[in-house]
């Protein structure tokens, strides 16, 4: 659906898309994912037209559109502020793109009915933006951009407005809508949550650049870079040197400060003397028994924050003072306790551990 060849745009010396290659399939829910500042809103201004690339092409359905305006691309957008008109009523919102198109207005009335059932605000079609709550606000955008049939709808952080619970349902229904419509949906976010909730594949972006593109399963498990693994989720970013290799089966790495841990012989790249280990806090397995596992170390539990359903806990490893942040489920009546203070065995199994560079 969407070819993106090379775009790059710079702001003077600011280079805030910096050679980006993309390809997006049709029907996809596709996340672009990043810091503030990242370039992921101005790729997402290049796709719709409003802001020019500076080099690259960008091809829609088949057909360059690099330099056409955006009234002439079958895009739509959903802005970050809704970008409702206050004087309008929920109906006359949704049908405003309709009209401007000159749709008759039979056919126009019938695709606005289709629209306010799909995004469930029959009932309310007759009150106006501030009569509405966030919720409400950002499914009349929603609507609106998607009642004239686009290929492609553009998100740029519409959820961000709303609260933590309201946020989590909607992120559900944008996905419900996407799926059942089957319109690509190229979304733009920081929140590295909602981008794992929602997306079929992400572009983690940092400084221009594509770092990673993957379902959120790779992304997640398998980053290719620090700057991946830190960015989605939460990853303990060790330091380490290979120790030794043990013919085409294991190798040893030896951790800053003494520690040393068992991988599997293709884990460590030939040829790489230091690297970063990505272990996510919940894939150590934390006990007050020794625990039977590859690797084992005992630590301090310097910290404890209680978390709902987890314990946060901090780390300190018995060999060289490594800290580590793990997190464990919140104890129940058959579960053994663990709080500031306690010492601890650590397991990790090798294909737990990521070696990034």
């Known amino acids: 659906m969407i070819d ?8 003077g010396e600011i280079t805030a898309v910096d050679n ?21 809103t101005t790729l997402l201004r290049v796709i719709s037209g409003f802001e020019p690339p500076d080099a690259g092409t960008i091809h829609l359905a088949g057909q360059d559109v690099t330099h056409h305006p955006p009234y002439r691309r079958s895009v739509n957008q959903v802005f970050q502020s809704y970008a409702l008109f206050p004087h309008m009523t929920v109906r006359q919102n949704i049908a405003f793109g309709l009209r401007m198109k000159k749709t008759p207005a039979a056919e126009t009335a019938a695709r ?3 629209a306010i059932d799909l995004v469930a605000l029959r009932g309310y079609e007759h009150r106006r933006p501030h009569q509405l709550s966030g919720g409400q606000r ?14 492609v709808l553009l998100l740029d952080e519409p959820l961000s407005a709303l609260d933590a619970k309201l946020r989590r349902q909607m992120q559900l229904e944008l996905k419900r809508i996407q799926k059942r419509l ?9 929140d590295q949550e909602e981008a794992l909730t929602m997306s079929d594949r992400i572009a983690v972006i940092n400084q221009g650049r594509i770092e990673q593109i993957g379902t959120p399963g790779e992304v997640y498990h398998h980053p290719r870079t620090a700057f991946v693994a830190d960015f989605i989720g939460e990853a303990n970013l060790v330091p380490a040197t290979l120790a030794s290799r043990n013919g085409a089966s294991t190798c040893v790495v030896r951790l800053d400060g003494g520690l040393l841990l068992t991988l ?7 040829g790489l003397r230091r690297a970063h280990l990505a272990i996510r806090p919940e894939k150590i397995l934390i006990s007050k ?7 084992v170390f005992e630590a301090r539990v310097t910290g404890e924050v209680f978390q709902g359903v987890i314990d946060r806990l901090s780390l300190e490893c018995d060999a060289g003072g490594i800290r580590l942040m793990a997190v464990v489920a919140n104890e129940s009546a058959i579960m053994e306790a663990i709080h500031e203070g306690d010492r601890v065995w650590c397991g990790l ?3 737990d551990v990521v070696v990034v560079p």
């Open 4 to 11: 993106i060849r090379g775009i790059t745009k710079r702001f």
């Open 20 to 40: 980006v290659h993309l390809h997006i399939e049709a029907g996809e829910f596709i996340t672009l994912l990043g810091p503030s500042g990242c370039g992921k």
């Open 112 to 114: 606005v009915d289709e």
């Open 138 to 151: 950002q499914r009349v955008a929603l609507a609106r951009a998607l009642v004239p049939n686009p290929h």
């Open 182 to 190: 089957g319109v690509t949906f190229v979304f733009v976010t920081h």
């Open 264 to 270: 599997k012989a293709g884990q460590w790249p030939d």
């Open 289 to 295: 028994t020794l625990i039977q596992e590859e690797n």
């Open 349 to 351: 199994h090798s294909d």
